[in-house]
């Protein structure tokens, strides 16, 4: 049975959390019944207004006097300038007390994890709540030639994740520690849980569900907005054994239907589901098993963002992608971490509200994604300076290649040269961090993802499925598995080993290419079908998307090839331009000179198309196989699957935009 709690279901919560309301409908809406709600998000937002809890109307925070000495510095004028062998090490006083202090340290422990996998993982999980153990370790066979596909973690053992996010740290005395600020879409409205009152509106949302019909193993869809509720659902779910599959509320009735019917049969007891971002077609519904995914994701934020108690920690991903269960959800509750959670968008009401954020609760992590960076790059340094940001003293970034700017940006001017940078790869199907930075331990490099997290194996491959050693470009794969990473697809298993055991049997395959420098550093090239050939060049769009980001006026950038009658492959880029720029013939040659300054002659884009906006998703990843069929001019293509962009009417834009140049002799 699949359960829809959304715009109604906001009801069936409210009823579970605050009895008594008499004139509050109990609804939960079957998936069959969906369909005439029609839940658009301005229809969601009212409800919000009408039937969740009155956020509190508090007055401002003080701010201690004086302000930052950041927040008075002016930022430096070649505030993006950067040399390509320029290493940045870990600030000192970070390194002094991280949970990994110095590269010895890690390579010490990474060479552990990798000797022996149980071992490391088991530990790990050993400091989580178990009711039954298992003897087992980490099982896996990646070889489709050898016989089924699968991997498995504690094999039988007896676990629950909500319990693990709140009778264990309230056991521990975190009861009366806030859970979770929420902040409103609207300044000034917030409101705080600790853990105690969060376990307790679990509990009484999980009875609510249990009499509803709603049973270990059920499938519950949730359609909600980032308020403090999201959670409840999430972990109430967990809490009696059904899977949650979240679907962004900005959504419309046709993307949520299309979720929540391909998660409508029963989910095995322990699995929960999670749909990529559909960047490359179809979105997949990936299963992620409670054992394996609870360990990673605790390890991972307690890892990578060197998690503290004191901490206020803020991930700014939405929970209906596997950062927000991740990083917003399960990591931070696991950790007993007090967490921000933003019901509105960056940029509201002005480019300044983050870094207002930022001083108001003194967060001291902010992991947000560089599409955010580069929308709040637009606006004046003085929106950044005009707030202090002493409390940050990490910076993670992930969901696309960072480009070196938008990495010197948030070093220099956002850190002030005091917070550790980090630019995390990983995807859906990994289930946390796969190749990042640890705040005190790493040398960092702008524009790389750097290295192998514990227990993570890479491997770059040639075309011929030869691991390649050493410096060398390839095709970005792990040889041995992970405790958090997807178990299948749902309902299509062999859609799981064909998309990503098939093309390299004996690996998992990313789809991304990637090189490895002579410091054996990782530097993501972006997906393989975003690679070309020009005159005997392989080329990556992520090199020349950065080399495009260096000319100031350039705010956004995405890079396809294209084809031209004599030259095969050339170049195509769409750029956005800073407020107020247009696209003039010598602007136009100015940027391309930049391209040819930093790479050659030959990357130098043969079109320059000024763009109104990127056909993005709802996570922020560009759709470039939608830039492609507009870079060909080819208007009668199909499109395929755009349910999941965040605009749909920036396609007619571009085509509008598109620049009346002939490539092809027949176009």
């Known amino acids: 049975m699949a359960v829809y709690v959304g715009r109604f279901g906001f009801r069936l919560a409210r009823q579970g959390f605050q009895h008594g309301k008499g004139r509050i409908m109990q609804r939960v809406m079957m998936e069959s019944t969906y369909a005439s709600a029609q839940p658009r998000l301005e229809e969601v937002r009212e409800e919000w207004e009408r039937f969740l809890v009155e956020p509190q109307q508090m007055p401002e925070p003080k701010i201690d006097e004086p302000r930052s000495k950041i927040g008075k510095e002016e930022p430096p004028r070649n505030l993006l300038e950067h040399h390509p062998e320029e290493i940045f090490h870990p600030p000192e006083k970070l390194q002094e007390n991280a949970h990994i202090r110095g590269m010895d340290m890690y390579q010490q422990l990474y060479r552990e994890s990798i000797e022996d996998l149980d071992r490391y993982w088991k530990q790990v999980a050993s400091e989580l709540y178990f009711e039954k153990h298992s003897d087992k370790g980490l099982e896996w066979n990646f070889d489709h030639r050898k016989g089924d596909v699968f991997v498995k973690f504690l094999d039988g053992a007896k676990t629950n994740i909500a319990y693990n996010c709140l009778e264990r740290n309230i056991q521990k005395g975190l009861g009366s520690k806030i859970a979770y600020i929420w902040e409103g879409n609207e300044p000034g409205d917030y409101k705080t849980i600790t853990y105690s009152e969060l376990l307790e509106q679990v509990v009484k949302f999980s009875e609510v569900l249990r009499s509803k019909g709603v049973r270990k193993g059920d499938v519950v869809a949730i359609y909600m907005p980032m308020v403090l509720e999201l959670p409840v659902a999430l972990l109430a779910c967990a809490r009696i054994g059904a899977s949650h599959s979240v679907v962004f509320a900005g959504f419309s009735a046709d993307?949520?239907?299309?979720?929540?019917?391909?998660?409508?049969?029963?989910?095995?007891?322990?699995?929960?589901?999670?749909?990529?971002?559909?960047?490359?077609?179809?979105?997949?519904?990936?299963?992620?098993?409670?054992?394996?995914?609870?360990?990673?994701?605790?390890?991972?934020?307690?890892?990578?963002?060197?998690?503290?108690?004191?901490?206020?920690?803020?991930?700014?991903?939405?929970?209906?992608?596997?950062?927000?269960?991740?990083?917003?959800?399960?990591?931070?509750?696991?950790?007993?971490?007090?967490?921000?959670?933003?019901?509105?968008?960056?940029?509201?009401?002005?480019?300044?509200?983050?870094?207002?954020?930022?001083?108001?609760?003194?967060?001291?992590?902010?992991?947000?994604?560089?599409?955010?960076?580069?929308?709040?790059?637009?606006?004046?340094?003085?929106?950044?300076?005009?707030?202090?940001?002493?409390?940050?003293?990490?910076?993670?970034?992930?969901?696309?290649?960072?480009?070196?700017?938008?990495?010197?940006?948030?070093?220099?001017l956002v850190g002030g040269n005091k917070c550790s940078i980090l630019d995390l790869y990983w995807q859906t199907e990994n289930g946390g961090p796969m190749i990042t930075p640890l705040p005190g331990a790493t040398p960092l490099k702008p524009g790389s993802a750097t290295l192998p997290f514990f227990g993570i194996e890479p491997a770059l491959v040639n075309e011929k499925g030869d691991q390649l050693e050493g410096a060398a470009e390839g095709y970005l794969c792990f040889a041995r598995a992970w405790p958090g990473m997807a178990r299948t697809i749902w309902r299509d298993h062999e859609?799981?080993?064909?998309?990503?055991?098939?093309?390299?049997?004996?690996?998992?395959?990313?789809?991304?290419?990637?090189?490895?420098?002579?410091?054996?550093?990782?530097?993501?090239?972006?997906?393989?079908?975003?690679?070309?050939?020009?005159?005997?060049?392989?080329?990556?769009?992520?090199?020349?998307?950065?080399?495009?980001?260096?000319?100031?006026?350039?705010?956004?950038?995405?890079?396809?090839?294209?084809?031209?009658?004599?030259?095969?492959?050339?170049?195509?880029?769409?750029?956005?331009?800073?407020?107020?720029?247009?696209?003039?013939?010598?602007?136009?040659?100015?940027?391309?000179?930049?391209?040819?300054?930093?790479?050659?002659?030959?990357?130098?884009?043969?079109?320059?198309?000024?763009?109104?906006?990127?056909?993005?998703?709802?996570?922020?990843?560009?759709?470039?196989?939608?830039?492609?069929?507009?870079?060909?001019?080819?208007?009668?293509?199909?499109?395929?699957?755009?349910?999941?962009?965040?605009?749909?009417?920036?396609?007619?834009?571009?085509?509008?935009?598109?620049?009346?140049?002939?490539?092809?002799a027949n176009e």
Request: with cysteine; hydrophobic share 40%; proline share 5%.
């Open 255 to 412: 993307s949520l239907a299309s979720r929540i019917q391909q998660a409508k049969a029963k989910l095995m007891k322990r699995y929960r589901c999670a749909m990529n971002s559909g960047s490359t077609g179809t979105p997949k519904g990936l299963v992620h098993t409670t054992a394996g995914f609870m360990t990673y994701a605790y390890h991972s934020v307690k890892t990578v963002f060197d998690a503290k108690p004191e901490d206020i920690y803020w991930c700014t991903a939405d929970a209906g992608w596997i950062t927000g269960h991740t990083c917003v959800v399960y990591g931070p509750l696991l950790n007993g971490l007090t967490s921000i959670i933003f019901e509105g968008i960056p940029t509201y009401p002005n480019g300044s509200r983050v870094w207002q954020i930022v001083e108001k609760y003194k967060a001291t992590q902010l992991y947000t994604s560089p599409t955010a960076v580069r929308s709040l790059m637009a606006y004046p340094n003085e929106m950044v300076t005009a707030h202090s940001r002493d409390s940050l003293k990490i910076i993670g970034v992930a969901g696309e290649n960072t480009n070196p700017s938008a990495w010197l940006w948030l070093h220099r």
């Open 495 to 664: 859609r799981f080993v064909k998309t990503y055991f098939s093309t390299y049997p004996g690996y998992y395959f990313t789809g991304d290419g990637a090189k490895r420098d002579q410091d054996s550093y990782y530097w993501i090239t972006g997906r393989v079908d975003d690679q070309f050939n020009v005159s005997g060049h392989l080329l990556s769009t992520a090199e020349v998307e950065a080399a495009l980001m260096q000319h100031p006026d350039v705010v956004e950038s995405a890079v396809v090839a294209t084809k031209h009658s004599s030259k095969g492959q050339v170049p195509y880029a769409f750029v956005v331009l800073a407020f107020g720029k247009y696209l003039t013939p010598e602007l136009a040659a100015e940027i391309k000179q930049v391209v040819r300054s930093k790479i050659g002659a030959f990357a130098v884009p043969e079109i320059v198309h000024p763009a109104p906006g990127l056909p993005k998703n709802r996570s922020g990843k560009v759709l470039r196989r939608i830039l492609r069929i507009i870079a060909d001019g080819d208007q009668a293509k199909n499109l395929g699957d755009t349910t999941t962009l965040l605009d749909e009417s920036v396609i007619e834009q571009l085509w509008e935009t598109r620049p009346d140049i002939k490539l092809n």
